[in-house]
C-alpha cells in the first residue's frame, strides 16, 4: 500500500511538471489568449502599448481621449471593438501620438479644450466626434477612473444614435468668449450696486428701485447732502468710479458686437427678429455655427432647454417645466428678449400677435415668455437654414 501511494505521488508530479513546461513553452510562443476576468475590459499586450513603429502598425479604428489638465488617458479599438492601444500621456503629446496613427475616428467629451484639439486632430485627417458627457456616462463600466472613461468615450462614439456637438472654429470661441466677459461685468455691475444700496439702507437712506435713483443717491451723499460720514462718502465715490468703469467696459464690448453683426450676413438677418437684438444675434450665430445640425427648428429649442421635460410612464404623457438643458445664457438672452418684446407682439393684428394673445387668457405670463422664446429660436433656425431675411407676417384680414 505505500509503495502504490509513493507511485502515484511520482506520476502526479510528473504529470504537474510536464503541463507546467508545456504552458511555459506556450507562453514563450505567444500562443496563449489572456481572457478578461468578470466584468472587466481585456487587458492589452505589453507589446502592443509600446510606442515607435508597433503604434504605426496597429489598426486603430476609434480612439478615444479622456481629456485632463495636464495627463490624459488614451484608448484605441481595432474595427472588432477590442482594445489595442492603452496609454497615460501628458497633454500636449496627443497630436504626436495621433500623428503616429492612420486615420481614424477620434472621439472626446465636449469640454474645454475639446474644440482646439480637436481642430488639430482633424488637420491630421483623423474624423473628430464630440460628445456631451451626460451621454458618455452609461457606457462607464464597473468602477471610474480615466481608463474606463477613455473607454467608455471611445465606444459611445461608435453608437449609431449617438449625438455629437459639432466642432467649433476659433472665430466661433473667440465671440462666445467675448459674450462670457461681458455677462461676468454685468454680473459683477449689478453685485456692486446692491452693495452700495445696502451701505446706504444701514444708514438710514432707502433707495427706491432703478439705476437713476440710485445714481442719483450716491451723487447726494458724496457731495455731502447726507448725514454719512465722511469716510463712507469717499467710500461711495470710489465704488462710483467703479460702476463708470463697468459701464464704459460693458458699452465697448456692445459696440464690437454692434459691429460684428453688421459685418456677418447671419448675424444680421437674426437681429431683424423682433426679440432677438444685436447682442442675442451674435451669441446665436457663435454657439449655433451650421443650422444644418438641427433637423428642424424644435431641435434647436430643445437644445436650448426651451421644451417641456418629460415624465412619461405607463403611456400616459406627463409634461412638467422646461428641461433647462443646454447653454444658460443663451437660454436667459432668449427668455429676456421676449419679455421685452411681448406686449407689443401681442397688440399687433398678426397671427402671432393673436396666438399670443390666446396664450395669455389661458396661462400665466411666464409661460407665454417661454413659449414665445422657444418660437424665437425656431424662426432663428429657419432664417439660418434658408439663408432668408425675416419678413413679419401681414395682419390678419376679417
Known sequence: MHDDGEQHADGVGQQVALAADDLLARVVAGRIERSAPFMEWPAPFPSRCEGGEGVKAMSVKVFGI?????SCSVVGLD???????RRRVRREGIVALAAKLPGCMVAMEACCGAHHLGRLLAAQGHEVRLMSPEYVRPYVKAQKNDDRDAEAIAEAATRPTMRFVALKSEAQLDVQVLHRVRDRLVGQRTALMN??????????????????????????ASAGETDLSARIGRLLTDM?????????????????????ARADP???????????????????????????????????????????????TGGKPRLLGITKRGSKYLRKLLIQGARAALPSLAKTATPLG????GLLGRAHGNIVVVALASKMARIAWALLRKEEDFVAARPATA
Open 195 to 220: 452693495q452700495m444700496r445696502s451701505i446706504l439702507l444701514e444708514r438710514g437712506i432707502v433707495v427706491p428701485q432703478g439705476r437713476r435713483k440710485l445714481l442719483e443717491a450716491i451723487e447726494s
Open 240 to 260: 462710483l468710479e467703479q460702476w463708470c468703469d463697468f459701464d464704459r467696459r460693458i458699452e465697448a464690448l456692445d459696440d464690437e458686437f454692434a459691429e460684428m
Open 266 to 312: 447671419a448675424a444680421r438677418r437674426l437681429a431683424t427678429v423682433p426679440g432677438i437684438g444685436v447682442l442675442n444675434a451674435t451669441a446665436m450665430v457663435a454657439a449655433i455655427g451650421d443650422a444644418a445640425t438641427f433637423g428642424r427648428g424644435r431641435d434647436l429649442a430643445a437644445w436650448l432647454g426651451l421644451v417641456p421635460r418629460q415624465a412619461t
Open 354 to 357: 393673436n396666438w399670443l394673445r
Open 79 to 85: 474595427a472588432s471593438g477590442r482594445v489595442v492601444l
Open 66 to 70: 479622456d481629456l485632463g489638465k495636464n
